[in-house]
T-cell receptor
Framework: DAGVIQSPRHEVTEMGQEVTLRCKPI?????LFWYRQTMMRGLELLIY????????DSGMPEDRFSAKMPNASFSTLKIQPSEPRDSAVYFC???????????FGPGTRLTVT | AQSVTQLDSHVSVSEGTPVLLRCNYS??????LFWYVQHPNKGLQLLLK??????LVKGINGFEAEFKKSETSFHLTKPSAHMSDAAEYFC???????????FGKGNQVVVIP
């Protein structure tokens, strides 16, 4: 199995631009999670989906952030407009059942200048 | 609501000596508990999990954890630290009652040769 796939691995963009991060979960997993990690705030759960439905989005920082899961094999996290404080590593993870062990992707390192 | 407390954000141990990372949780319902490890520039990897079976759980790389309901604890231990154990460790609780996940703030472990 290829594991959780995230793209791009690195993204550098200017403040105000739209950023879209992509995630392909492990085939057969029905739960998907988005995390953000920074030195200042540590690891934060942003949102998670179960069977393509958002279950808990209480970690999404503000309206500039949105996440979708149009089908079982694809999810996006969008930031519009981006700001320098959004610079972080964004991880996607998937699991078989939301309360079971998660498998993490390699992360996307986002830098907003 | 559930929460997870990991004290000692930074832990230093000498190579060959025991490792103890403390995790205390609060949960309204019977939880599942996990320990994850994150090596530098990597995603998180599952070390071990507790899901209401045996209270002493053995994981990868010689780690184990004991679930103590009376103390609401799930401390992680390893008898002898290895240089490769230098990483950040996260305790996680999943609460079936309200479909919520809670992450501890992590323990950064440094192994001294």
């Amino acid at each position: 199995d290829a594991g959780v796939i995230q793209s791009p691995r690195h993204e550098v963009t200017e403040m105000g631009q739209e950023v879209t991060l992509r995630c392909k979960p492990i085939s057969g997993h029905n739960s998907l999670f988005w995390y953000r990690q920074t030195m200042m705030r540590g690891l934060e759960l942003l949102i998670y989906f179960n069977n393509n439905v958002p279950i808990d989005d209480s970690g999404m920082p503000e309206d500039r952030f949105s996440a979708k899961m149009p089908n079982a094999s694809f999810s996006t996290l969008k930031i519009q407009p981006s700001e320098p404080r959004d610079s972080a590593v964004y991880f996607c993870a998937s699991s078989l059942g939301w309360s079971n062990e998660q498998y993490f992707g390699p992360g996307t390192r986002l830098t907003v200048t | 609501a559930q929460s997870v407390t990991q004290l000692d954000s930074h832990v230093s141990v000498s190579e060959g000596t025991p490792v103890l990372l403390r995790c205390n949780y609060s949960s309204s319902y019977s939880p599942s508990l996990f320990w994850y490890v994150q090596h530098p520039n990597k995603g998180l990897q599952l070390l071990l999990k507790y899901t209401s079976a045996a209270t002493l759980v053995k994981g990868i790389n010689g780690f184990e954890a004991e679930f103590k309901k009376s103390e609401t604890s799930f401390h992680l231990t390893k008898p002898s630290a290895h240089m490769s154990d230098a990483a950040e460790y996260f305790c996680v609780v999943s609460d079936y009652g309200n479909n919520r996940l809670a992450f501890g703030k992590g323990n950064q472990v440094v192994v001294i040769p």
